[in-house]
């Protein structure tokens, strides 16, 4: 949340369906949605969300997953934050990429 309580961004897990990924045992990674407004992006908001939801999620989860647009410029955050690319993802210039959380 900003100075005057408005929220700057948000994160969280689902299961989509198809799944994006699946473990070894054939069961779904949950895969990361995020957002942060326009005008905070470049303040690393992306990035403690991230942090936060990794340690939360590791908890239950050894990894995750998420989609993201080829040109997305979040490509490189994601891999900063430990992402790597295994494959084609959602749509032709989609990519999906993995994170081990423990």
């Known amino acids: 949340m ?3 309580g408005i929220p700057v961004g948000a994160v969280w897990t689902y299961h989509g369906s198809p799944p ?3 473990d070894a045992a054939g069961v ?3 895969e990361l949605c995020i957002a942060v407004a326009l005008r905070h992006r470049g303040a690393d908001i ?3 969300l991230l942090d936060a939801l990794f340690a939360d999620l590791a908890e239950s ?3 995750m997953c998420t ?3 080829v040109r997305n410029p ?3 955050i994601y891999e900063r934050k430990g992402f790597r690319v295994v494959g084609q993802g959602n749509g032709p210039l989609g990519l999906a990429l993995v994170k081990d959380l423990r």
């Open 28 to 30: 779904p990674l949950p």
């Open 20 to 22: 994006l990924r699946c």
């Open 2 to 4: 900003d100075h005057s």
């Open 74 to 76: 979040a490509k490189h």
């Open 61 to 63: 989860h050894d990894t």
């Open 67 to 69: 989609n993201v647009h």
């Open 46 to 48: 992306g990035g403690m």
